[in-house]
């Protein structure tokens, strides 16, 4: 199971590649995208208290709360690794034993992500932005670690939509 980390309290050997990334994506959004939002809604809101849904009101509610809340807190910064041992995001170390499988989803200039499989049903996978990391010696690294899913050719449908949407 991942631990949390410092350096001192863990041998994670030698750090192979290190680089900052941001804790989430983060989209800039203008006045206009706060409008259609906004109407969005309160549309699903009004349909919602006609169709006597108040769970449903309350849940739209509580979402455009939680976008509010993401777009006026900054992302923190936070280090991932890989080292001779496992991978490191942020304060978290995951052993290679830990991780299923690794993909690469390289489309520059708008995808150029790592991803990496995790054993669990919440949090299923990690998602490292590689910025301008060159790809191929990170791939090379991990293929002697951990099996690469060649079948994943696409970013998740999710991150898809959240970029769509910049939510």
């Known amino acids: 199971m991942s631990q949390d980390i410092t350096k001192e309290d863990l041998n994670i050997g030698k750090i192979i590649f290190e680089w900052k990334v941001k804790e ?3 989209a800039d959004h203008d006045r206009s995208w706060y409008i259609m939002m906004g109407v969005i809604a309160a549309v699903l809101i ?3 208290i006609i169709a006597a849904n108040y769970l449903f009101a309350l849940l739209i509610a509580l979402f455009g709360i939680i976008l509010f809340m993401h777009d006026i807190l900054e992302p923190l910064e936070v280090t991932f690794a890989v080292t001779e041992i496992g991978i490191i995001l942020g304060r978290k170390f995951y052993r290679y034993s830990e991780l299923e499988s690794f ?8 995808v150029k992500s790592l991803y990496f499989g ?3 049903i919440i949090r299923h996978r990690l998602y490292v932005p590689l910025l301008d990391n ?4 990170i791939r090379d690294y991990l293929n002697q670690f951990v099996e690469e899913d060649l079948d994943q050719e696409e ?3 999710s991150e898809k939509i959240s970029r769509m949407f910049q939510i």
């Not at 060159?134 to 010696?137: F, G, K, Q």
Request: glycine share 4%; proline share 21%.
């Open 103 to 110: 993909w690469m989803i390289y489309d520059p200039p708008m």
């Open 24 to 26: 989430y994506d983060r």
């Open 46 to 48: 009004i349909y919602a």
């Open 118 to 120: 995790l054993d669990g």
């Open 155 to 157: 970013e998740p449908t």
């Open 134 to 137: 060159d790809p191929r010696p």
